[in-house]
């Protein structure tokens, strides 16, 4: 049984452990530019850099969910750091399109282990309170990206290298390891499924946890794959691109650090159809916005796809407690899973707007942000789909309550 200092010292860790992994999103967006001009690299080849910065996350979650009940969150947070450590650092060493993207796959199967073994550490910890914690710990995502790309703008304005930036990623990722050692950690086996065996004849006897599979790649799209982009698709709109992306994910952190009296309040399911209804209006005003109301659109989508991805996980943590830790490490990783396929796809929009406006006569400045605004109207279509699923999930819902 867990004291409850290792518990809170046992949480704070695993927060700088996700706290690396917002670092490697929020410092990638501010790096795009620089990696253009320094290897000449394209929109597309951009597109695939940032699918090896999430493909990894997928391919961690199908490993480290599946051991998590025989080799415990220590040992899967020990490979974390470890693929952080190598990624971080052979990417800083990059000086090609190739290099950079295999040095990229690293951080990104680090990413993916740090959620397959600290959800479901942090589920086991807090029975009572699950998803006002799993909120709390999610919290240090949107933060961390904000933190990260703070520090990346501070080091572009004093005119050091990307590679600088990137080295900032050392700093959490040491933080968590120290943090870690020596602590003890809690059982691997939850009152709720005690093999990974039952865990997966849950899930594969779940059509309701097959739906939120792909429902979790669209709200992780929704959410990263326009973070991801916005130093691209903004940098012609009015507005500062990173300081756009430091407000929203603020705001995001807030929101999830205060979702536990919202989140008891409605119903979880309903907490995710608000979530798409706002983000669709608000994608959609991002994609018509110049100057000043691009900061408004940008507060709208952070209320949207706030409680996105920790509410997703609540949800099979809450409805479906017989997958285990095997459901929550493989939703992340079919979320991330998505988001990759979605990368190279958004580059391609870029690309192919940006030619369809060229054709259309224009040309500088008002080009790069014709394209980015028909960008972010193609994303808009993402959140549009999830309206329907929720709509349709909340009143099932509604009906089996009724008939029970």
Same mark, same amino acid.
Request: charged letters at 10%.
């Given at each position: 049984m867990q004291s409850q200092l290792n518990k809170n010292r046992l949480f704070i860790a695993s927060c700088f452990a996700l706290l690396t992994t917002a670092f490697a999103f929020?410092?990638?967006?501010?790096?795009?530019?620089?990696?253009?001009?320094?290897?000449?690299?394209?929109?597309?080849?951009?597109?695939?850099?940032?699918?090896?910065?999430?493909f990894g996350f997928p391919i961690a979650t199908l490993i480290g969910g599946p051991l998590y009940n025989t080799l415990g969150p220590r040992k899967i947070g020990n490979v974390a750091f470890i693929c952080h450590f190598i990624g971080i650092t052979f990417s800083i060493l990059s000086n090609s399109f190739y290099t950079l993207f295999f040095s990229t796959f690293f951080i990104s199967f680090a990413n993916g282990m740090v959620?397959?073994?600290?959800?479901?550490?942090?589920?086991?910890?807090?029975?009572?309170?699950?998803?006002?914690?799993?909120?709390?710990?999610? @919290?240090w995502f949107?933060?961390?990206?904000?933190?990260?790309?703070?520090?990346?703008?501070? @080091?572009?304005?004093?005119?050091w290298g990307w590679q600088l930036k990137l080295s900032i990623m050392y700093i959490p990722a040491i933080i968590y390891f120290v943090m870690f050692r020596g602590q003890k950690f809690p059982e691997t086996r939850s009152e709720s499924s005690s093999s990974t065996a039952e865990n997966f004849k849950a899930i594969l006897k779940s059509p309701i946890y097959w739906v939120m599979l792909i429902c979790m790649a669209l709200t992780a799209t929704t959410e990263l794959g326009t973070?991801?982009?916005?130093?691209r698709i903004l940098a012609n709109s009015g507005a500062q691109p990173l300081l756009v992306l430091a407000m929203v994910t603020v705001l995001m952190a807030v929101g999830r650090f205060f979702a536990g009296p919202l989140i008891h309040r409605l119903n979880i399911t309903g907490v995710l159809l608000s979530s798409a209804v706002i983000a669709s209006v608000a994608i959609?005003?991002?994609?018509?916005?110049?100057?000043?109301? @691009?900061?408004?659109?940008a507060i709208l989508f952070a209320i949207? @796809?706030?409680?996105?991805?920790?509410?997703?996980?609540?949800?099979?943590?809450?409805? *479906?407690?017989?997958?285990?830790?095997?459901?929550?490490? =493989?939703i992340g990783g079919v979320g991330m899973l998505? =988001?990759?396929?979605? *990368?190279?796809?958004?580059?391609?929009?870029?690309?192919?707007?940006?030619?369809?406006?060229a054709a259309e006569g224009l040309t500088g400045e008002a080009l790069e942000l014709a394209a980015g605004q028909a960008t972010l109207a193609n994303i808009a279509i993402i959140p549009m789909l999830l309206i329907g699923v929720f709509l349709f999930i909340f009143f099932w819902q509604r009906k089996q309550a009724s008939q029970s």
């Open positions: 929020g410092i990638r967006a501010g790096i795009m530019n620089d990696l253009v001009a320094d290897m000449s690299l394209t929109d597309r080849q951009l597109g695939w850099i940032n699918f090896m910065g999430i959620e397959a073994a600290y959800n479901p550490m942090i589920a086991s910890m807090y029975t009572e309170k699950r998803a006002t914690m799993l909120n709390r710990f999610h @919290v949107p933060g961390g990206i904000a933190i990260g790309s703070i520090l990346a703008l501070l @080091v572009a304005n004093i005119g973070q991801s982009w916005v130093e959609y005003l991002m994609s018509i916005a110049t100057g000043g109301m @691009v900061y408004f659109a949207g @796809v706030c409680y996105f991805w920790p509410t997703m996980i609540s949800f099979i943590a809450e409805y *479906q407690p017989k997958t285990g830790a095997l459901g929550m490490s =493989l998505g =988001l990759s396929i979605f *990368q190279p796809i958004i580059g391609g929009w870029i690309e192919g707007h940006r030619a369809t406006k």
